[in-house]
């Protein structure tokens, strides 16, 4: 059950995380760079991205899978520290 829950908190903060993460200038102008395509570029023909469309959703969700990584790191974090203050 707190595995569940642990992964729903994640899922929670995943949006506030994609647009920390959107908001930092730094990942996006490397993902749109030529080196962030060319460290993509194994994911296009796999997710089917054609075109300039295709490359930026395949951009998103590379930073809504990275946005979940940080929240999933965040909650079980922050559940370790508050379980090792309890007795018992």
Not at 15 to 41: K, V
Request: charged share 10%; proline share 6%; net charge positive.
């Amino acid at each position: 059950m707190r595995i569940l829950l642990r992964i729903a908190l994640a899922a929670l903060l995943t949006l506030p995380m994609f647009l920390l993460l959107a908001r930092t200038d730094a990942i996006p102008a490397w993902l749109y760079s030529e080196n962030g395509y060319a460290a993509l570029q194994p994911l296009f023909p796999l997710f089917g991205a054609v075109g300039v469309d295709g490359d930026t959703s395949v951009v998103t969700g590379v930073l809504l899978v990275a946005s979940f990584v940080l929240s999933a790191l965040m909650v079980s974090t922050l559940a370790s520290v508050f379980s090792r203050g309890r007795p018992g």
